[in-house]
């Protein structure tokens, strides 16, 4: 028997079908069908499925006139020969990990119903990293009854779908997912546990082209009375509203942008105080990748503090990634003359000119020698005394514990996120190997380079990752499309006096046994040296017990 039916009803959608399709088929869980069903589509979508039919036997096609996305997930969840099913819209997309993981999580009993964190794009290339005051709800019953905490991307049992009836016709508008999961807790008395990872992306559309927009903001007064209809008990849901909104008059709180904490009772301010305990971080956002997303777990467990993703006017400090490339003037003008701390942060490429930054720095760290000599030459550029050189990122391991952690791969591949459909990592022939995304979370990434004993990777955190954890590794190189060609990597390596680092071009050659065996062998990390850029890295963080008060 199959263990997953991963169904995907298509109406039109010929722009997304592709990437979602693709996404399932780098699924690292291998027994599964993929059940596109077809609501009558009047665009190209069926002849684009049809050639990933001659693709993968995985894949299975049915067609049906248009009778919406209820009926079409029905039908295809009847035919489905799963024993679990994890339903996926075609304009969205699972991680390489999502089927696995969900599969993992449902067998060992933590739940019924498997869901994960996620995130929202626009497109393939443009995902977005939610901010990070979002939060995610835990999905308990009694949270599940005032608001949906899931993604309707979530596993389940397929002989559970049959006892609720399936998919309610009702909600043919929208939130017919909602309506499944309060008949499966409600009525079945099942349990949700939900993944602590991004394994789920889901596409935003203009409100033309989104169902679920339209929902909400056309017919969510009719879903919500078919809803309480059906679960009286949802009317609790009212009266917090109320007493939500009567708090909301009487109590207010809020936090300015310049960080200070105003509340407010009946309108009139009784309170007034500056915080001083929430980091404002620049970091690059604009792809989710590994050592972009490392800042927040850096501050958060060195400082002991919360994290506020902030912008080059208004942030206090930045640190991994080649930040300072965004903070160059191209009129040579300042924005801000309050300092930004600098905390490991380099350039992206070699200077073109004179280089003039929009606000003064405060230099306690930088990632290696290119920067510190390129900064001595800068005005409004203020250097420690006892300046540390090295990339935060070096340490990853003191802020996660992989003592337990046993090796399960010969290799870790780590393409950077401009190669990660690259065919030349076909030349890869090292057997039991393993992909790992730079845009899986944090301590997942950790734990699948701490579990390989050599990582190739043509992602700079990637290499870093591998030699905080002394784990022998060589960069590869795909494509010409990283910024600044050996710029930042000749920066960071300068740090332990490499003026000329090994690379692998697998334009040129494969990546085959014996080369593994040369890079396991040949790999050297000074440990003492390691040791001592991570102690000069800690004693130069701003934030530890007993630095100057430099939050903000």
Not at 34 to 59: F, Q
Not at 158 to 176: H, V
Not at 364 to 382: E, H, I, M, P, S
Not at 417 to 426: A, H, M, R, S, T
Request: charge should be positive; proline fraction near 3%; aromatic fraction near 10%.
């Amino acid at each position: 028997m199959t263990k997953i039916s991963v169904i995907i009803p298509c109406y039109n959608q010929e722009k997304y079908i592709a990437e979602c399709l693709d996404s399932v088929l780098a699924q690292t869980f291998d027994d599964y069908e993929a059940i596109v069903i077809d609501d009558g589509s009047t665009d190209g979508s069926v002849k684009i499925i049809e050639e990933y039919l001659k693709k993968s036997d995985k894949i299975r096609l049915i067609k049906q006139i248009n009778q919406g996305v209820v009926t079409a997930r029905n039908n295809a969840i009847k035919r489905a020969k799963g024993k679990y099913i994890y339903p996926l819209d075609a304009d969205d997309i699972v991680h390489p990990d999502a089927l696995k993981r969900s599969f993992e999580a449902i067998e060992s009993g933590k739940g019924d119903i498997i869901s994960c964190k996620y995130r929202s794009f626009y497109k393939i290339d443009e995902i977005n990293l939610p901010k990070l005051t979002n939060k995610f709800f835990t999905p308990s019953k009694f949270n599940m009854i005032l608001r949906c905490c899931i993604t309707n991307s979530s596993l389940f049992r397929k002989s559970d779908f049959e006892k609720c009836g399936g998919y309610d016709k009702a909600f043919d508008k929208g939130w017919e997912d909602y309506d499944l999961w309060l008949n499966m807790l409600l009525h079945l008395n099942l349990k949700i546990y939900r993944i602590d990872d991004f394994l789920f992306f889901f596409r935003v559309k203009n409100i033309e082209e989104s169902r679920n927009a339209q929902a909400d903001n056309y017919y969510s007064q009719d879903l919500t009375r078919a809803l309480t209809k059906k679960y009286p008990v949802l009317h609790i849901v009212k009266i917090i509203n109320f007493l939500c909104r009567a708090y909301r008059f009487i109590f207010q709180k809020k936090i300015t942008r310049s960080n200070k904490l105003i509340i407010k009772i009946c309108k009139i301010p009784v309170f007034n105080k500056n915080l001083n305990n929430s980091i404002r971080l620049l970091f690059y956002t604009g792809e989710v990748n590994f050592g972009d997303i490392l800042n927040i777990d850096l501050f958060r467990k060195l400082a002991n503090a919360s994290v506020e993703e902030s912008d080059k006017r208004k942030c206090k400090i930045t640190a991994i990634g080649s930040i300072l490339q965004i903070l160059l003037s191209k009129n040579n003008k300042i924005i801000n003359k309050k300092p930004i701390i600098v905390y490991g942060s380099g350039f992206i490429e070699a200077p073109t000119q004179d280089d003039f930054f929009i606000r003064p720095l405060d230099v306690r760290a930088v990632r290696g020698y290119l920067t510190l000599d390129r900064l001595k030459k800068c005005k409004n550029v203020t250097i420690s005394p006892t300046v540390a050189i090295g990339d935060p990122a070096l340490l990853i391991s003191k802020i996660f514990d992989t003592s337990r952690i046993k090796k399960k791969y010969k290799l870790g591949i780590i393409p950077h996120y401009v190669d990660k459909e690259n065919p030349l990592l076909q030349k890869i022939k090292v057997k039991n190997s393993i992909l790992i995304d730079v845009s899986s979370g944090t301590s997942d990434f950790v734990q699948k380079v701490a579990e390989c004993e050599v990582i190739i990777s043509s992602a700079m955190h990637g290499l870093i990752c591998a030699d905080s954890l002394c784990i022998p590794n060589v960069r590869m190189i795909l494509s010409d499309k990283i910024i600044g060609k050996d710029y930042k990597f000749n920066d960071y390596y300068s740090v332990f006096g490499i003026n000329s680092h090994n690379k692998i071009d697998l334009n040129n050659q494969e990546f085959d046994e014996k080369s593994w065996l040369e890079v396991k062998n040949k790999y050297f990390m000074d440990e003492k040296k390691l040791s001592q850029i991570q102690t000069n890295l800690l004693n130069a963080f701003p934030y530890l017990q007993g630095a100057t008060n430099d939050k903000g």
